[in-house]
DNA sequence: GACACGAATGGAACAATGTTCCAGAATTAT
DNA sequence: ATAATTCTGGAACATTGTTCCATTCGTGTC
């Protein structure tokens, strides 16, 4: 989304819109601040770990439903939009029963990771909407490409390409959360 | 790096880079595939699991070092440098004896979360010197907007603001590969 | 040795985009 | 009604990726 064309859209120049905004990077945070905390509101589970799943899907859905936000999301660190993924899943952790010399990794190695699927979902999508292509076209090409690397070199690259055409985003970020999780647990016991 | 600036530094106009390069991307791909592959070769640990520190740690030092890795991994997905890293990370989960319905999650989530903490290593350290300010500065600007949070809504953070100023991005990163790989190998007796 | 032809150069120009400027319109206060 | 402040919208600027093209360089041929 470019500046001129939000102000076509808006029926406007782009100067009435930097009357309100400071920069790009402000409307964007801006943006992502309520997209975020309507996708984290309300997210609640039976259990600590059923309450993590259902964050971590939310976030990973208002991803794909908006590509830029994985974009965005890598940029403005420490920033109000990150905070707000950071808490409810903080919290969530604490009630799990982890001590807290270790909660603060397991915080982060969710938010990393819901992050990194996330921002690598979103540039896979951009990389084929600029090809023009359709999802399934796109594993397919990337699918092509890796069943015919050097068999010597990529066996186990290989050996995924006729999985990958089949595969499930979703239920692959969600197992994902699930070993972290089971990483998680198995820390508390030591 | 803009291409002007690579040009002077070439002592030549921007067309000369144009008769061997086709764009940015192919020049960033062929940069990140020499550095990726240097980064990964020799990478061997007592154990697979060790094996595995090394690879993520190799990868995390390399984007740290260079601070592009992080934003340019995120772009080409399913290209060559991606597949760098897959692969290795990909033989070493075989090695530690994952049924293989379970290869492609664990493996994914592994490279998940590692290009998740580079992309937001890497926006932090460019946020930061935009800013004009050193780590311990940035990691300070941080802690105290954290700290200053309402106290009801944001409990989590608020607790984490004081650990932030101390805490070691590297050890982080390491103890978030472990969790992972503590939840891979609690997968395999199931 | 002169010439021809493709490879390579490098600088000017183009297009897109974030940003700033500013003259004026709209609104509000006195 | 007038003055001051707020807000608009379009023109202009700076940066950056990219293309164009006249020119140069190197190499093989007669």
């Known amino acids: 989304m470019t500046f001129r064309a939000l102000a076509e859209r808006l029926a406007t120049g782009p100067g009435a819109i930097y009357w309100h905004m400071a920069d790009k ?6 943006a992502c601040d309520t997209l975020i905390a309507r996708t984290v509101q309300d997210c609640v589970g039976a259990t600590p770990e059923a309450t993590i ?3 971590a ?4 859905d208002a991803m794909s439903a908006h ?3 994985g974009a965005a999301l890598a940029s403005p660190a420490g920033q109000l939009p990150i905070v707000r993924i950071l808490e409810p899943l903080g919290q969530q952790v604490c009630a799990l029963g982890i001590p807290e010399d270790t909660r603060w990794a397991a915080v ?3 938010v990393s990771y819901i992050l990194g699927v996330g921002g690598q979902n979103a540039a896979n999508g951009q990389l084929a909407r600029t090809r023009g292509l359709d999802r399934s076209e796109f594993l397919d090409a990337v699918a092509t490409m890796w069943s015919q690397l050097n068999a010597r070199e990529y066996p186990f690259t290989r050996s995924l390409a006729v999985r990958l055409r089949t595969h499930d985003d979703r239920l692959d970020f969600l197992t994902g959360i699930d070993l972290i999780l089971r990483g998680i647990e198995s820390t508390r016991g030591s």
Chains 1, 2 share one sequence.
């Open 108 to 110: 982060s190695a969710l």
């Open 67 to 69: 590509p830029w936000l």
């Open 25 to 30: 990077s402000d409307l964007v945070t801006g």
């Open 53 to 55: 799943r259902v964050l």
């Open 57 to 60: 899907l939310g976030m990973f």
